[in-house]
């Protein structure tokens, strides 16, 4: 999984300095963060309606797709502000064997 994420992220990465037409990604980066925010953003609507849907039908093909597109401009907004995925990677590996209430109890609060 680690090799999937590393490959993708020199992908994501290589793509900064391309024209914009030359890739869906490099377009993506040259509309700017808040297009990409879009995108996360509507790839979660969609991923929440397949399972919504699979919960129904029993077929859960339509929500890995979606699940993949929002992981992938996920990735992308992390891209575009300078981070690796190791940086999740590292974290939910920080909250593995933390309780869920624990962890949420020592955020700071905004």
Known sequence: ???TLNRLAQV?????????DSSYVASLYHKGLNKILEKVGEESV????AAKDAAISGDCSDLIYETAD???HSLVML??????????LDELDRR???????????????
Do not use: C
């Open 12 to 20: 994501l990465e290589e793509r900064k300095g391309a024209a914009a």
């Open 1 to 3: 999984m680690t090799d």
């Open 79 to 88: 891209a575009q502000l300078g981070q690796h995925p190791q940086a999740v």
């Open 46 to 49: 969609e991923t929440i309606l």
């Open 96 to 110: 593995f064997g933390l309780s869920g209430h624990v962890e949420k109890a020592s955020r700071p609060s905004a």
């Open 70 to 72: 929002l992981w992938f």
